[in-house]
Structures are given as structure tokens and as C-alpha cells.
């Protein structure tokens, strides 16, 4: 009996070399490293990928399916994942630079009765005229309130080098904030395997910069409605926090359903502890972006 021709994975076509001649795709094996992965990016990622928008769309009008499909070996039609995450990542941080928006912000109050405050936070609107600059009599009572307190070294250091150079920390952080997100995408990939243990570590990094390319753009969006929405009141605020995480929590279950092919049932329970394990990871990530301010 002769041995049933090997087919082409994106298009079925009978294949008789390295390529398909019906639709040009690679006859090699998908389940390839991350260097592979990371060659195939940066492949022309300046230049414009017909396929982008299509690509972009369909993340949203087919959770999860088109990762299923770059690892089935149908993935002529589609930018591939790093490439994609790479490329609206660097539309998020552009949207974040030219709107004004500190990832991490560093403002300094004076509370009712005359004390000086540090307050460090994420995803602030820009600042109005230049960073206030501590005089050394306001450092030490911030860093006397800080030792009173027992915080920790790093955390002082910190907080030491925001009244001297405030502009500086929150450059020095958002430079790293690249390096942070991609972080999160590890972060996301482990969980996923965590839950999906069977699956090969290459089938989570593809989930998760799917995920992460159909993520960045809306969160974006929440970020400029919680900072420009002129007279947001505390309610608001909270309510805008529960739509986001409402939000992400319904990603994670259609994503979950699309790429794995769970069931409802088992994507809702899987949803809720990944959740909360990539909001925890965020919340380290988050600190260490901050910390990387003190070095």
C-alpha cells in the first residue's frame, strides 16, 4: 500500500518539497522554540503585514481561533503572534507618550496640616508645569515618617531619589514598562499551563501574545476614559475598575473556549483563578517597574 501524501496544514494541498506549491507556506514541523518564534518577528516587522488588520479583527470576532490556527499550521492568512503583539505594543506606548499619560507618576502634596507627601502611582495624566522638587528639610520628614513606619530599604531609596529627581524616576520606569508587559505575557503563559498542563509550553506562548495583541488597545481605552473623563467621581472610578476587570475576565474565559476548546463550564472556572493570578503577577511586575526607579 503506498504511503498517504503529506498535506499542507494551512491549505491541504498534496505537498512534493519544502513548500507548498498551492499556497507557499513551510512544510516544517509548528511545534518549534521561542527562537524560531522570535526569528519569524522580526522578519520584516517594520514593514507593513497585508494581513495585519485582518489579523486584529479577528481577535476579537473569533477569540482564541486564530492562535488554535498558528498552531495547527494554518497561518498564511494571519500575522504571526510575536510579530503582532510587537507591533500593537509599540502602538499602546505610542498612544501613551504622545497623549501625556506618566505610566508611573511621581507627585509631591502638602497635607492640611503643612506636611509634605510622595505619592507614587501608575497611569497618571501629564503633569502641569515641572516636578516639584523636595527641599531637604521636606525629605526629612518624609523619610523620618518612612523610618517611623519600618519601611523598607529599597522602598526609602526610592522614595529618597522621587523628591530629588522625580522627572527621573518616572523616565527611568517608563523606558522599563516594555520590558514589564512582556513580563505579563510569561506571566499569562505560565498560568495557562498551569491549568492546561498537557499542552506544549510553545501552544501558551502563542495563546498569550494573541491574547496579549487583542488586550493592549482596549486597556489602553480604559486608561485615557479614568483619566480624562473631566470630574470622574470616586464611584465612577470604581465602576470603570470593575468594567476592566469584568472585561479581562470574559477575555480570559473566550480565549480559554477558543484556543483550548473548553466548555463553558470548565473555561468559567479556569477564568477566575487566572484572573486573579495575573492580577497578582501585575501587582509585582507593577512594583518592580516602580523599584527599577531607585537604581
Not at 474565559?253 to 497578582?280: E, N
Request: aromatic share 10%; net charge negative.
Amino acid at each position: 500500500m503506498p504511503a498517504e501524501a503529506e498535506t499542507c496544514a494551512n491549505c491541504g494541498a498534496a505537498l512534493s518539497g519544502d513548500y507548498c506549491a498551492q499556497c507557499g507556506q513551510s512544510r516544517s514541523e509548528l511545534q518549534r522554540p521561542f527562537l524560531t518564534l522570535l526569528t519569524e518577528a522580526m522578519d520584516g516587522v517594520l514593514n507593513w503585514d497585508g494581513r495585519l488588520l485582518t489579523t486584529f479583527r479577528r481577535l476579537f470576532a473569533r477569540p482564541g481561533k486564530i492562535a488554535r490556527a498558528y498552531i495547527d499550521g494554518k497561518r498564511q492568512s494571519h500575522t504571526p503572534p510575536l510579530r503582532l503583539y510587537l507591533i500593537v505594543s509599540l502602538v499602546f506606548f505610542a498612544l501613551m507618550e504622545t497623549s501625556g499619560v506618566r505610566i508611573v507618576a511621581v507627585d509631591s502634596t502638602i497635607d492640611d496640616v503643612g506636611d509634605p507627601n510622595l505619592t507614587i502611582t501608575m497611569f497618571q495624566p501629564r503633569r502641569d508645569g515641572e516636578a516639584h522638587v523636595m527641599t531637604p528639610e521636606e525629605q526629612e520628614i518624609v523619610m523620618e515618617g518612612a523610618r517611623e513606619a519600618d519601611i523598607s530599604g529599597p522602598i526609602q531609596r526610592l522614595a529618597l531619589r522621587a523628591m530629588t529627581a522625580p522627572e527621573a524616576v518616572e523616565q527611568q520606569a517608563a523606558a522599563s514598562s516594555s520590558q514589564a508587559m512582556i513580563l505579563m505575557v510569561f506571566v499569562f503563559a505560565l498560568l495557562s499551563g498551569l491549568f492546561h498542563p498537557r499542552r506544549p509550553i510553545i501552544e501558551h506562548a502563542v495563546h498569550a501574545l494573541y491574547f496579549h495583541a487583542a488586550l493592549l488597545l482596549p486597556f489602553a481605552g480604559f486608561i485615557f476614559l479614568g483619566i480624562y473623563i473631566p470630574g470622574l467621581p470616586l464611584w465612577g472610578a470604581i465602576g470603570l475598575a470593575i468594567t476592566a476587570l469584568l472585561s479581562m475576565l470574559t477575555g480570559f474565559l473566550l480565549f480559554d473556549r477558543g484556543f483550548y476548546g473548553s466548555s463553558w463550564i470548565g473555561a468559567s472556572l479556569r477564568a477566575i483563578p487566572i484572573l486573579l493570578g495575573y492580577v497578582t503577577g501585575a501587582v509585582f511586575v507593577a512594583m518592580g517597574l516602580i523599584l527599577l526607579g531607585s537604581l
